[in-house]
């Protein structure tokens, strides 16, 4: 069963540069993926942040990019700011409408 | 604007059914893929599935194969999500969710709505 894997958590301090990775237990991931990456604060719905790998959706600060990293995607956050701790989640398309999120990683700004 | 808009908190005992429905405005309903996203107290997002609205076909996750139904009714523009069995673990919140295309970020979700499987 394919697995999509994330770090479980991360601290940065503010103003630091820090990069999430997105795995998949069954091989590399690549654009074909789609990969997405959405942003949940506690008791709120998730907020798309990055979309098909590196596209930012609407309002998202230019200090949030996602790119592919050797074989993970990548969401990098450039100057991280408080606002910026929260749960971060992938979205792997693995095909025929099956997408999986992996487990997620809590970001601490300290 | 784009609503999603769904039914309220539920309370059901282990082994019953709970049907929880997502009522779209805003756009044309029958355009986008309807998803189904749950999430377990202090746990992480997990998918279930999707509904066509167009032409009610689903794809739901392995793990819910059997378990989870996933209907609509074009004519109210809403789709409903049913899943039997219910268990201690069922309980989450699960929200819908639509997507434009196989692979498309979900743009819009549901406020979420509460089930609470307990004895």
């Known amino acids: 069963q394919t697995v999509v894997t994330q770090e479980p958590s991360f601290s940065v301090s503010p103003g630091g540069t820090i990069t999430l990775t997105c795995g998949l237990t069954?091989?590399?991931?690549?654009?074909?993926?789609?990969p997405t990456w959405y942003q949940q604060t506690p008791g709120q719905t998730p907020r798309t942040l990055i979309y098909r790998t590196n596209t930012r959706s609407s309002g998202v600060p230019d200090r949030f990019s996602g790119s592919i990293l050797g074989n993970k995607a990548a969401l990098t956050i450039t100057g991280a700011q408080a606002d910026d701790e929260s749960d971060y989640y992938c979205?792997?398309?693995?095909?025929?409408?099956?997408?999986?999120f992996g487990g997620g990683t809590k970001l601490t700004v300290l | 604007q784009v609503q999603l808009v769904q039914s309220g908190a539920e309370v059901k005992k282990p082994g019953a059914s709970v049907k929880v429905s997502c009522k779209a405005s805003?756009?044309?309903?029958?355009?986008?893929?309807m998803h189904w996203v749950r999430q377990a107290p202090g746990q992480g997002l997990e998918w279930m599935g999707l509904i066509n609205p167009n032409s009610g076909g689903t794809i739901y996750a392995q793990k819910f194969q059997g378990w989870v139904t996933m209907t609509r009714d074009t004519s109210i523009s809403t789709v409903y999500m049913e899943l039997s069995r219910l268990k201690s673990d069922d309980t989450a919140v699960y929200y819908c969710?639509?997507?434009?295309?196989?692979?498309?970020?979900?743009?819009?979700w549901g406020q979420g709505t509460l089930v609470t499987v307990s004895s």
């Open positions: 069954s091989g590399s991931v690549s654009t074909s993926h789609y």
């Open positions: 969710a639509r997507a434009y295309d196989y692979g498309d970020n979900f743009d819009s």
């Open positions: 979205v792997l398309y693995v095909g025929s409408g099956v997408v999986i």
């Open positions: 805003g756009y044309t309903f029958t355009a986008y893929y």
